[in-house]
């Protein structure tokens, strides 16, 4: 039996209020353009975070095959998702933004400049180095640095998903949940005082930042897709955070979790737990999602921010002509084949 281990990112959740439209502003800008499911369904085992009922909902998975983890664009069909009352600043807790990786920071700019209508802002100096701010059209901010794990070479300026950034109210509680999910864990830099890069709306404030890294390492089948995962923790000194989910369901607008590609989830459900981290929700089965399927099981950190993580059971690898992986029949944890995950830009959606 393998160890309890985290291999990567898979995906960051997106709550929208319409999943086509959302799903074709991240693949014609960013790139997330073959899907792993597109579903229609129900909810039932997140009730504890929908009000006690079951919500339908439309959600689809997709990923950059240029590397890093996937979106999973969600919407409830059975209500209206709801936008945050106020608008998150940095500090607030909750998932701040995603962090998107490129080979090439100028010219990633360039492209999403051109593309859209100011969505990117200007290259600023990163306390890790050259990149800038970025806003979907729906108010999500995202963050497009440079990285030096990848997966393939495409002709996309942008990759997928390499990190995240986190607010919380206090950096060493939530270092020491991080240091318990991700083994092992490199802390990149940890500063405080007054930051240049961040937005405006928040000059003259101070704030602690530490960025995290968890470096690639050949485990998992899907782990030289996912590559190297970056957890920026960023904490507010001068004002009270607001909880950015406050008062709202899992599956509205805005960032919903951060979910991880997982291994041996019995073993890491123990080892969690017994370090004070429980699950608040676990699927304890193999659960479908179209033509995919996992268990998954969630938890949060010290501050609610909510930790998707998903041992997945089966994958398509090329959809049009019905070929699943069933990994639960694999020997051992090593990285799939390239060939094999290569496979999957087949089923690319071309707008």
Known sequence: MSAPLISGIQQVGIGVQNVPEAWKWYRQILGFDVPVFDEKAEAPLMTPYTGGAVHQRHAVLAINMAGGGGLEIWSFTSRVSQPAAFKAEPGDLGINAIRFKTRDVRKAHEWV????????????????????????????????????????KTDKAVGGVSGVVVGVSDIDK????????????????????????????????????????????????????????????????????????????????????????????????????????????DSERSFGMESAAGRFAYLEDPDGTLIELVETHKLPILKKIGWFLDIQKRKDQKPLPDWMLKLMSLSRVKD
């Open 174 to 281: 939530s270092l020491a949940f991080y240091k318990s999910l991700l083994q092992p864990l490199e802390v990149v830099y940890d500063k405080t005082g007054f930051f240049k890069d961040l937005p405006a709306s928040v000059s003259g404030q101070r704030f602690r930042r530490m960025l995290l890294r968890k470096s690639f390492t050949p485990d998992g089948a899907f782990s030289r897709l996912l590559g190297d995962t970056n957890i920026e923790l960023i904490q507010a000194l001068d004002r009270e955070p607001r909880k950015i989910f406050e008062n709202r369901f899992w599956g509205d607008c805005g960032f919903i979790h951060l979910c991880f590609d997982a291994l041996n989830m019995d073993a890491l459900k123990t080892k969690l737990q017994a370090e004070g981290y429980p699950f608040t929700i």
């Open 113 to 152: 400049q051109s593309r859209t209508n100011n969505s990117a802002g200007d290259l600023v100096r990163f306390p890790d180095g050259e990149g800038f701010w970025g806003n979907d059209p729906y108010g999500n901010t995202f963050q497009i640095t440079g990285d030096n794990s990848w997966f393939q």
